[in-house]
């Protein structure tokens, strides 16, 4: 009996540190939810992971990644955010706008949030403040509505004899209706005037490049906008075909064979998100971590798209370009 008694006393000591083992390694369950398409958003995924690398978490052994990809549908964000939250996910990556973050805030109010850019996370009732975001969502703005006007400057250099300039815009888009109040103002600062055509669909899209050529409109300024980011090589392969100058927020659309582009790298963005997602793993809360803003904005132009549109650039915008692509 007491060998018996022994042996299952040996059983259960030896069993022990490798059920503890187990639990201790057992990988944190992060979801991604995206309204985004996975086989454009490649260049940010991976700047998310390498952000989880650096706060000492990898894929596939410390942490597992659940994506959800809206595809530009926006209306089945609110169903893939109740998923994770049934999942009982440990945090979740709000990314590509503001419509994820807005839809994972009305799914849970204690699973943490960090959304990868928002322009307005305090108007929108994402965060008390920027400083101090005091609830379970936090993460990195975009500052992309206060460069509309910058882009239309940019635009009005490059063709300053254009009688009519355009803007592209999402009308599901929340931070419409400001984007085009802030282009509007710094057009009548220069008494440009803009015509704004609205897209939310690849026919959307067409049918707004037709109207600009229709209309002669001498060059078109795109706002910032997830579902544009998607289709940015359906947008530049419009440009060219209607031989309209544009300019775009992210380096991706001049990388595709965009004319030019003035913002900031989303891919930041997404990199700071993979950082406060590990910190939040190791206990910090998303109340105390602040708002990330930008502090670089860079122009790019593509010389080799400008030549196709026959279009020379000015030597002034030439000498303040971050980077130029012959």
Request: glycine residues 8%; contains cysteine.
């Amino acid at each position: 009996m007491r060998r018996i008694g022994l042996a299952v006393v040996l059983i259960a000591c030896s069993c022990a540190p490798y059920a503890a083992l187990a639990q201790r390694q057992a990988p944190a369950v992060i979801g991604f939810l995206s309204s985004r398409s996975p086989g454009e958003s490649a260049s940010v995924v991976e700047a998310f992971r390498q952000g989880l690398n650096d706060a000492g978490y990898a894929e596939g052994q410390s942490v597992v990644i659940e994506f959800r990809w809206a595809n530009g549908q926006y209306d089945r964000l609110q169903e893939m955010a109740s998923e994770l939250v049934s999942r009982q996910v440990a945090l979740i990556i709000a990314a590509g706008g503001d419509r994820p973050v807005l839809a994972a805030k009305a799914a849970t109010s204690t699973i943490p949030i960090v959304f990868t850019g928002s322009d307005f996370p305090v108007r929108l009732g994402l965060v008390a403040s920027l400083n101090r975001p005091g609830g379970n969502v936090t993460g990195a703005s975009l500052f992309t509505s206060e460069l509309q006007g910058k882009k239309l400057a940019l635009l009005h250099e490059l063709v300053p004899k254009a009688r009519l300039l355009a803007m592209l815009v999402n009308p599901t888009n929340p931070s419409t209706a400001t984007a085009i109040e802030d282009v509007q103002k710094a057009a009548r600062a220069i008494k440009q005037q803009i015509l704004f055509l609205k897209a939310s669909s690849d026919d959307d899209i067409t049918s707004a490049f037709e109207a600009v050529a229709r209309q002669r409109a001498g060059g078109l300024l795109v706002a910032q906008d997830p579902y544009f980011l998607s289709r940015r090589e359906h947008l530049v392969g419009l440009a060219a075909r209607h031989g309209i100058p544009a300019i775009y927020e992210f380096r991706e659309f001049v990388s595709a064979g965009g004319l030019m582009s003035y913002g900031n790298r989303i891919t930041d963005n997404y990199r700071l998100a993979g950082n406060y997602a590990g910190r939040i793993l190791k206990g910090a809360k998303p109340a105390d971590l602040p708002v990330q803003q930008p502090t670089k904005f860079e122009l790019l132009i593509n010389l080799k798209t400008a030549k196709a549109l026959g279009l020379p650039i000015p030597q002034s915008l030439l000498v303040r370009a971050d980077e130029i692509i012959q």
